[in-house]
C-alpha cells in the first residue's frame, strides 16, 4: 500500500515534491542535486513516514554485505546531505528526526494527493537506439563511468565517504571506466527517465563494452 502523499512515485511535502521513480529532488519547482546514495536514504524515510527507519535497515538496503565501507560515517554523510539539501537542522528537525544509536524517522508532513490526470510521460522509446557522444564537464579530457549499477552505487559511497583510494582501485578493477571526451556510444536502455542510460561504445579503447552514463554526459 503507498504511503499518504505518494502518487505515482511522487511525494510532497512543505515546498518539497520527490520524484521516487526519476530520482529527484525539487524545491518549488526548481531541482534540487542530490547524490544517489543520500537520495535513496531519503526514499527509505519517505516509505515509512513518522516510523523509525533503523540504522540496520539502512545498512542492509545500501550497503550489502561485501561492501566495505565505514558505514557509520557513510550513513551519517548521506543524511547530513539529506539535510542540506531540505535546509534541515538536526537539533531542530522539521523533516528528519534523529534517534540516537538507533535512526532516523521522517517527521514532515506529506500531502494528500488526488490521483493524477494522467500518468507522467515516460521516456520516449526514441532515446534507445540513438547515436550520441559522451561529454566530459568542465575542462576534462575523458568522462568516468560505471560498468553497472553494483558499480554505481560503489562509487557513490566512496564519494560520500571522500575515499580516493578506495575510487582509484575501482578505477583500477575495470569498474569504473576512463573514457576520452567525444567518443560515440549508442545508447541501449534508458534506466531512469532524465537520469541515467545504458550505452555501448562504439571506438576507442572500450570499444564494445557498456555503462552507466547520466543523460546531461551524453551530447547529440
Not at 551519517?76 to 522539521?94: E, F, S
Not at 547515436?131 to 560503489?154: H, I, K, P, Q, T
Not at 580516493?164 to 531512469?192: C, F, H, N, W, Y
Not at 532524465?194 to 547529440?220: I, N, P, W
Request: proline residues 5%.
Amino acid at each position: 500500500m503507498s504511503s499518504p502523499g505518494r502518487s505515482s512515485g511522487v511525494a510532497r511535502f512543505d515546498v518539497f515534491e520527490v520524484d521516487l521513480s526519476a530520482g529527484e529532488l525539487h524545491k518549488a519547482g526548481r531541482k534540487i542535486k542530490l547524490q544517489i546514495l543520500p537520495f535513496q536514504a531519503l526514499a527509505m524515510l519517505l516509505e515509512r513516514p513518522g516510523e523509525v527507519v533503523t540504522r540496520k535497515e539502512f545498512e542492509k538496503r545500501l550497503w550489502p554485505g561485501d561492501t566495505f565501507v565505514d558505514f557509520d560515517h557513510s550513513l551519517n554523510t548521506a543524511i547530513k546531505k539529506v539535510r542540506l539539501a531540505l535546509g534541515d537542522d538536526n537539533k531542530k528537525p522539521r523533516f528528519v528526526e534523529t534517534l540516537p544509536k538507533r535512526g532516523y524517522r521522517f517527521i514532515g508532513h506529506l500531502e494528500q494527493q488526488a490521483p493524477p490526470v494522467a500518468a507522467k510521460t515516460p521516456a520516449p522509446a526514441s532515446g534507445v537506439g540513438r547515436l550520441a557522444r559522451l561529454r566530459a564537464d568542465g575542462n576534462l579530457s575523458f568522462v568516468l563511468v560505471s560498468v553497472d549499477e553494483a558499480a554505481a552505487r560503489e562509487r557513490e559511497k566512496l564519494e560520500a565517504a571522500s575515499d580516493d583510494v578506495g575510487l582509484s582501485l575501482l578505477i583500477a578493477s575495470q569498474k569504473l571506466l576512463m573514457v576520452l571526451d567525444g567518443t560515440p556510444v549508442r545508447v541501449l536502455e534508458i534506466r531512469q527517465p532524465d537520469s541515467c542510460c545504458q550505452v555501448r561504445f562504439l571506438e576507442g579503447e572500450h570499444y564494445g563494452k557498456t555503462a552507466l552514463v547520466l543523460v546531461k554526459q551524453l551530447a547529440e
